[in-house]
Each structure stands twice: as C-alpha cells, then as structure tokens.
C-alpha cells in the first residue's frame, strides 16, 4: 500500500521553530507537498519539494531527502495564527495526490 | 485573487438520495479535481478531470460517482444514491498544470447523509 505518516500533534510556543517530519512509502514519487488547513477550511497550499534540499518561502521551509523517503516543513518565529493542521502529500503518478493524517499544531503564548 | 468556489456550503441528504454538488473552478485552470476528508481525518483523493475527461480515480470513486463540467465554467460531483458513509467534507480544487503546480481549494461542501 501507500503511507504517508506524520506525528498527529506538534506544540510549540509562539516565536519558537517547530519541525514537522514526514515519511513516505509511495509506489512512485514525484514530489512531496504541504498543505496548511485551519478548522474548518480549506486545505492550502504552503511549498513543494521535487528535489533534494531545503526550499524556502518566507517563515516556512520544505526539506526533502528523496534517498530516506523523508521531508520535513519547518515553521520559524511561530504566530498563533499559524495554529492548523499541517499535511503532507506525495504524487506517486498520475495527478492523485496521497495525504498524510496532518499534524495538529498548538501554539502557546 | 481568483479563487475556487463551492456549492452549497452545507448539504443535508436522506440515504438512496442522489447529490449534486457544484464547483466553478479558477478560470485558466485546466486540471480539476474532487477530494473528500471525513471528519477529523486525511484528505482522500476521488477524482482528476482533464480536457473533458476523466485523467485518474481512486478506488472510492465507484459507480455511484460521476463529474461533468456541463457549461464551460462549473464542474460537479453526483453522488446517484448516497450511503450513511458518504458523509464527509467534498473539496473541489483546481490547478494550472500538474507536478509543482499547486492545488486550490473551494471552501468545500459538508455533506451529511442521514
């Protein structure tokens, strides 16, 4: 089958750096995205990781180790507002995207 | 900014009803898709749709499923006879190609059946 896991719940304290770590065993692979979805919304995007090395896109960045099956979204100077759920999904072929469980990030004052 | 829009917000159906729920994708898009996400749990993936026909589906994606995009603009989901089990949130989303090209999502469409 196809898996994606990552821990179910993260908490961090606002203005820290939490790390979200993803593992994968896909039949194929062609890249790893994150998506971020507050309660009750919808999924959004947040970077993609086709190959190896750390993308950056402002407080956010994406790592992907293609040879450990492995990435990790990296989230700096945490706001509350950055409290979601935090997937990660793999397209092994085709255009279907398969999800992780998410990550539930809890940020404390 | 363009954006993803779903109809109805909220869908309140009996079992053996049939369902149609609507999506108007971003205009320049070309790639189309349903997901669905139980409450609580992962997105899971039904369907992609490209130049007017089904590219890919899942296991989910039976008999009961069909997509359409019958005007040009709208694309939809109908569910012909829904099962208690079919309740769950339906995201729309829309790209402009595949691989690094990002997935947008409507709002989705909470549909419960009863």
């Known amino acids: 089958g196809q898996s994606l896991e990552q821990p179910s719940e993260v908490t961090a304290v606002e203005g820290a750096i939490v790390q979200i770590n993803c593992t994968y065993q896909t039949s194929g692979f062609y890249g790893l995205s994150w998506y971020q979805q507050h309660d009750g919304g919808a999924p959004t995007f947040l970077s993609y990781n086709a190959l190896d090395g750390l993308e950056e896109t402002g407080r956010f960045s994406s790592f992907l180790s293609r040879s450990d099956s492995y990435g990790y979204l990296l989230l700096q100077e945490l706001q509350m507002k950055d409290s979601a759920s935090y997937f990660c999904?793999?397209?092994?072929?085709?255009?279907?995207?398969?999800w992780g469980a998410g990550t539930k990030l809890i940020i404390k004052p | 900014e363009p954006e993803v829009t779903q109809t109805p917000s909220h869908q309140v159906t009996q079992m053996g009803q049939e369902v149609i729920l609507r999506c108007v994708p971003i205009?320049?898009?070309?790639?189309f898709y349903w997901y669905r996400q139980i409450l609580g749990q992962k997105v899971e993936f039904l369907v992609s749709f490209y130049n007017n026909e089904i590219s890919e589906k899942s296991e989910i994606f039976d008999d009961q499923f069909s997509v359409e995009r019958p005007d040009g603009s709208n694309f939809t989901l109908k569910i012909r006879s829904t099962k208690l089990e079919d309740s769950a949130m339906y995201f729309c989303?829309?790209?402009?190609?595949?691989?690094?090209?990002?997935?947008?999502f409507g709002n989705g469409t909470r549909l419960t059946v009863t």
């Open positions: 205009s320049n898009h070309l790639y």
């Open positions: 989303a829309s790209s402009s190609g595949t691989g690094e090209s990002p997935l947008h």
């Open positions: 999904a793999v397209r092994p072929r085709g255009y279907q995207l398969i």
